[in-house]
């Protein structure tokens, strides 16, 4: 969840996988999957960073490491290598034992 503030102050949590769209005109209004509007003092900019870094600590907390800057090392991508391997590796087996 993330944390935004209503136009009167008070601020509320929402779920940031259930936000469809986010406008500026001119107040920032979060338009939900189900329809839901609701109007907020954040910026788009503002909001967007926010689910920005919710996801990556999804991420962090699924990898059990930490958020790694743009900047910085970059993550391997040999499980998804992997994913792409996978099919040929079907396919030698399938050779090999008679197409069984």
């Given amino acids: 969840m993330i944390v935004v503030t209503r136009l009167n102050g008070s601020g509320f949590a929402v779920n940031p996988d259930l936000v469809e769209r986010i406008q500026e005109t001119p107040d920032t209004t979060l338009i939900m999957v189900d329809g839901a509007k609701y109007i907020v003092r954040e910026s788009m900019a503002e909001v967007i960073e926010r ?9 962090t907390m699924a990898y059990g490491t930490e958020p790694r800057t743009l900047t910085g090392p970059q993550p391997t991508l040999a499980p998804v290598a992997a994913l792409h391997a996978a099919p040929a590796l079907h396919a ?9």
């Fill in 51 to 59: 689910i920005a870094a919710y996801r990556a600590r999804i991420v």
């Fill in 92 to 100: 030698a087996a399938r050779t090999q034992d008679g197409g069984r």
